[in-house]
């Protein structure tokens, strides 16, 4: 073969490969325009019957060289790549997605500002109970020179029995022993018929792990314009989460912080399993501050402080754990609360030589 014949195929080869750029990019973008349509009707990215019928079509006309396993492989790294595609382009459509706001967002709470890069903390008791026991943890978070206090007065348990809370008593118990302590608020709520009475009492509406997904309730959240604390679902993916957040913010309440507080594993040694990595993740894809609660995380008062500790050596804005003045009687979770010693210990152990 003369080097004239060789410098024409090659040609010819090149000339190919531009067709099949033209090709590969014209289908990414029909891709993507299907992709728009099937988000405003609310269906799947993702249709394997479509893929399966789409291969099969490719396969019947498929005369050679390449053996049909080799043409499904190529095409199904095609139509990978597409989907790939869609899932990027939604993640910068994303109001929570650092590529839609590059600069991290701060909520401001009582003094706090949540997000400015130096850790804060959440503590308090699992449950209110009563007002001598929420305030003698307010006090000894006050006298620690931190703003912000949790207690739960609506409980979703996982037993119909288990203690439920003391619903709207207990936000006004909450609220009289955080005033008297100089102390916001922070709180779930599991209703948005609630949400409206709460605010009144609630400085952060918290959305527990079981109502990650209550889409209403994150609705309701997004418009009652006061800062959001999202846990992550037992089971919940990143993107699910993210998502999650997402609801909140298309109502226009931008204040929200995400809670990575472990996830349900195969693991039986603690509670839930801490997914660790979570923290730098949602920092890089997202703008919004990540809290960890080491508390349901791990489920075991001897894994607080380690756990604390990494949480806040991988990036996380901040810790939330359960503080109790007597965890043998406490009415739930009482093994995984600290007493007000323990919490002495924690607090001066985390915050060594800050």
Do not use: W
């Not at 997402?246 to 801490?274: K, P, V, W």
Request: glycine content about 6%.
């Amino acid at each position: 073969m003369s080097n004239n014949e060789l410098d024409q195929l090659r040609s010819r080869v090149d000339e190919i490969n531009l067709k099949l750029l033209d090709n590969i990019n014209e289908r990414a973008r029909l891709v993507q325009e299907i992709g728009r349509v099937k988000e405003k009707q609310g269906t799947s990215r993702f249709d394997p019957v479509r893929e399966r019928d789409m291969l099969n079509t490719i396969i019947d006309h498929n005369d050679g060289p390449f053996d049909n396993t080799t043409i499904e492989h190529i095409f199904k790294e095609v139509f990978k790549a597409g989907l790939d595609l869609l899932q990027d382009s939604h993640r910068k459509e994303l109001l929570v997605s650092r590529k839609k706001k590059p600069t991290d967002t701060i909520v401001n709470v009582n003094g706090e500002e949540i997000g400015d890069g130096t850790p804060h903390f959440i503590f308090g008791p699992c449950a209110v109970e009563s007002y001598d026991q929420v305030f003698e943890v307010a006090r000894a978070i006050r006298e620690k020179g931190l703003n912000l206090i949790r207690g739960g007065a609506f409980k979703p348990r996982t037993s119909p029995y288990d203690f439920q809370g003391l619903g709207m008593e207990g936000l006004k118990i909450l609220r009289k022993a955080a005033d008297e302590n100089n102390l916001a608020v922070v709180s779930e709520i599991v209703n948005p018929a609630d949400i409206e009475a709460a605010i009144e009492y609630v400085d952060i509406i918290q959305i527990g792990a079981r109502n990650m997904q209550n889409f209403e309730l994150l609705k309701a959240a997004g418009a009652a314009r006061k800062p959001v604390l999202l846990k992550r679902g037992l089971s919940a993916t990143l993107e699910e989460f993210m998502n999650a957040a997402e609801y909140i913010i298309s109502q226009g309440n931008g204040d929200i912080i995400l809670c990575e507080r472990g996830i349900r594993t195969y693991e039986r040694a603690t509670r839930n399993t801490l997914d660790i990595s979570a923290v730098p993740i949602l920092k890089q894809e997202t703008h919004l501050p990540v809290f960890v609660d080491v508390t349901h995380s791990t489920g075991r008062r001897d894994l607080l402080l380690p756990a604390a500790k990494a949480a806040l050596a991988i990036g996380a804005d901040g810790v939330m754990a359960e503080v109790h003045p007597d965890p043998a009687v406490a009415l739930s979770d009482a093994a995984q609360q600290m007493n007000l010693e323990q919490f002495d210990h924690f607090f001066s152990e985390l915050t060594r030589g800050k």
